[in-house]
């Protein structure tokens, strides 16, 4: 993968601060790979212990999809320090955050609508967010109560080195998944997905909106691959490869529930996924890759996955 440093910087740095300990309740925050709808959405690999579906709570009361505005949610005051020019991987990941979210930006525009930028917060160890304390085994997640993708920079060596996943594009799908969910609540897809969860309208189950909602995710993670391979040296991320495009896909196969549940407790139970198998997240990667389309991703509509 080619990139080269943004000069515009959507990333709140937050590493060094010191951290502020704890969990939230003491819970295990949901994930990329592990979670459900929790109060972040959609985070990171770590854990499968799932947590109460309280998103409503998020989106509803607290300033969700709907927001229009084109302002640049940042840290507080609004001041985001530019990041040093020698912080690899702050600037690759500040690189792919503004990439991902110049992409959707143009689309919202060519369909007559406004795209709010947001930030992504790179901390270590822990940090508040809206939806409470961020900590290193909550990984990357978003956040709809401030609209915020909240990441630990050590993750990216966890999923490297546990999950099996290495590559910058591998690092580089992680984040448009996030930035996947902040579209999903733009167009109010989180809340229509929470309303349907709250009246007990989940087809699939407990967790079946849950795992459409995270598979789409992962579709508008490849629409936005999609659209470097076709317009390669735009914004920050020049170039995409084949060998790119299979790292991102065997990032999505080592997320799936059935792969960290076979690893965590040598057993897989379907009836407790939230995110969906490592087949069906790396094929809606790859659907979103092949069609290119927003219109391509609808997860909701079919029967099966």
């Known amino acids: 993968m080619r990139w080269r ?3 515009t910087t959507q990333v709140e740095d937050r590493r060094g601060d010191g951290g502020l300990g704890g969990g939230l309740g003491g819970m295990r925050m949901g994930g990329l790979g592990g979670g459900g709808i929790p109060l972040p959405v959609g985070g990171g690999l770590g854990g499968i212990v799932l947590v109460i579906i309280v998103i409503v709570v998020m989106n509803l009361v607290g300033g969700g999809a709907g927001t229009t505005t084109g302002s640049l949610q940042g840290a507080p005051g609004g001041a985001i320090a530019s990041l040093a020019p020698g912080d690899d991987q702050g600037q690759f990941i500040n690189a792919v955050t503004v990439d991902v979210q110049t992409f959707w930006g143009d689309e919202f525009a060519a369909a007559g609508k406004s ?3 947001t930030v992504l ?5 822990s940090t508040q967010s809206g939806c409470g304390v961020a900590s290193s085994r909550t990984g990357p997640f978003y956040c709809p109560s401030d609209q915020k993708v909240y990441l630990d920079g050590a993750f990216f060596d966890e999923l490297h080195t546990r999950f099996g996943a290495p590559g910058d594009f591998a690092e580089a799908y ?3 998944h996030e930035f996947g969910h902040h579209v999903q ?3 109010g ?3 229509q997905v929470a309303q349907k969860q709250q009246a007990g309208q989940d087809p699939g189950g407990a967790n079946g909106l849950s795992v459409r909602l995270e598979l789409q995710a992962d579709c ?3 629409v936005w691959a999609s659209s470097i391979w076709a317009s390669p040296d735009q914004a920050n991320v020049e170039s995409i490869t084949d060998a790119d495009v299979k790292e991102a896909l065997g990032a999505a196969q080592s997320v799936g ?3 960290i549940q076979q690893q965590a407790t040598g057993t897989i139970n379907k009836e407790s996924w939230t995110h969906g198998s490592a087949e069906q997240r790396a094929t809606w990667f790859n659907t979103g890759f092949k069609n290119g389309t927003i219109d391509g991703c609808d997860t909701f509509s079919g029967a099966t996955l």
Do not use: C, E, K
């Open 5 to 7: 440093p943004s000069s």
């Open 115 to 117: 795209y709010p930028q």
């Open 121 to 125: 917060v790179l901390f270590t160890g």
């Open 174 to 176: 992680v984040i448009a």
């Open 185 to 187: 609540d733009v167009l």
């Open 189 to 191: 897809t989180m809340d």
């Open 220 to 222: 508008f993670a490849g």
């Open 257 to 259: 529930d059935d792969r």
